[in-house]
């Protein structure tokens, strides 16, 4: 069947017939690049103004560090939020909103005072405007594309990565040239390209023309029954069973008209919603709490827990780690971008893997995310810059193969489906903000009592290695182990439809017949009196 796009104004819906796999779906994909790279891409390069914050300010490292932390958590933790405003109001209104807070935090930033004006502008003000652009852009995506959503996904998703590129040598020339405040300055106008981004978001509508044919054959059949009941001037229910019109005293002759009038509005009344070429849509849930009774979200949503604490690790520590092995600050810096290169092409080639079918995408996920495990235990044992080289670039490319996958399998059966993404999706990044909030700090403290860097990369391999156990959870969850009760309940209701078997087909006279059995029995009983 050929896609069918009906053609209407920019500012409406696109209707199909069907997900087209491209159309206006590839515009979605070139703004959700270019919002990776205004939001995730400005987080990662926010770095390069920490040494000036700490001057101007004169606070501690750590403290300048949780302008980052607050922005990441309340992003993440105000997930949920981002998925009600999306489902009342549109992706559109929703990322065009979040991008002016983003801009308006950053701009407001450039004139603080203190790290405290910080937290409130960039962590709470920004962090929220964050939440509102990246994850309503990633779903509205998702929609538009169905064989080639893996691939899509994962190219548009690169943008941070080449974000890091750019923007973190740019802004550090431009501080070169007009100081740190008008820098960020610059950064909140140019985060103004969210708004931009977020009107090209245009909802998709998805209309099957099959269904609406199949219809008319059982409209057909209840109509011929309901013809039939204005003429014997009984109800659809007494067609069911005719002994209840032996029994009941309203088939005395004298009173069969006085019920069909009242049970005829009754049928008239709810024939037009069959007989309505376009039956009326159910309202959308503003957040649909049903997935966390889906066995296979809750272990999916248990695996991005876990998985988040290995994320953070090597890109927080990695330097640190080189520093204390003796490697200069240059070569440290160039096994960071080692590794955001290697990253780029890990997003490219999962999405290239997961596009392949006929291809069960949660196994390959389980196998990535396992061998990012690998990754995370192997960097201890790296010696010297060649060392550190070869994790970095391996660590990268298994971290570009789940970073950039992760949320868009939400929308595969073996989760949850395409129809509760959104709501899906604000819930499981919500859960993963208590782990974005708690590794860093978790880390933090096992460096602090070991004084030693590798301890922070075993803490996130151990989180690894449990996220790919719930991950392994997940098929199993979806097609049998947590399923046998449910399955027998629908067997045994399906039994019991079956025993109960159809109505049996009656002659076309017999209304008569028991009418006539009626005044026998009548009959009968006089003669007994």
Sequence with gaps: MTVKAVKMPCTSANVYTKVPDGGWGWTVAFAFFVVEALTYGIIKSFGVFFNDLMESFDETNSRISWIISICVFVQTFTAPLSTVLSNRFGHRLVV??????????????????????????????????????????????????????????????????????????????????????????????????????????????????????AQPPEESTETKYMLENEQTCTSIESIDSGVDITTSPSNVPGKTKAEPKSEEPKQHGQNPVENNSTPPEPKTKLLDFSVMRDYSFICYAFFGLFATLGFFAPSLYIIPLSRSLGIGKDHSAYILSAMAIAEVFGRIFAGWVLNKKPIRK??????????????????????????????????????????????????????????????????????????????????????????????????CAAGMVLGAVFLALVRPCKTGLCHHHHHR?????????????????????????????????????????
């Design 362 to 459: 949660i196994y390959i996920e389980l196998i990535c995310v396992t061998l990012l495990s690998v990754a995370l235990v192997a960097f201890p044992f790296a010696s010297g810059f060649w060392g550190l080289m070869i994790c970095s670039v391996y660590f990268g490319f298994m971290l570009g193969t789940v970073a950039g996958t992760h949320i868009p399998l939400l929308a595969e059966d073996d989760v949850v489906g395409i129809e509760r993404m959104s709501s899906a999706a604000g819930v499981y990044v919500f859960i993963q903000s208590l782990a974005g909030l708690a590794g860093p700090p978790l880390a933090g403290v096992l460096v602090d009592t070991t004084k030693n860097y590798s301890s922070a990369f075993y803490s």
């Design 96 to 213: 065009m909103a979040g991008g002016l807070l983003v801009s308006a935090g950053m701009v407001i930033a450039s004139f603080a005072r203190s790290v405290v004006d910080m937290y409130i502008t960039i962590g709470i003000v920004s962090g929220l405007g964050y939440c509102l652009s990246f994850l309503p852009t990633v779903t509205i995506l998702s929609q538009y594309f169905d064989k080639r959503r893996s691939l899509v996904t994962a190219v548009a998703s690169t943008g941070e990565c080449f974000a890091v590129f750019s923007f973190a040598p740019a802004i550090t020339a431009l501080k070169e040239q007009i100081g740190w405040r008008y820098s960020m300055l610059s950064v909140g106008v140019l985060q103004l390209g969210i708004t931009a981004c977020g009107s090209l978001l245009r909802p998709i509508v998805i209309r099957e023309q099959e269904e609406a044919k």
């Design 489 to 529: 309940e629908q067997q045994q209701q399906q039994v019991e439809e079956s025993t109960a078997g159809p109505a049996p087909e009656l002659p076309d006279d017999f209304i008569d017949m028991d009418i006539g059995k009626a005044e026998n029995s009548g009959k009968g009983s006089d003669s007994v009196v």
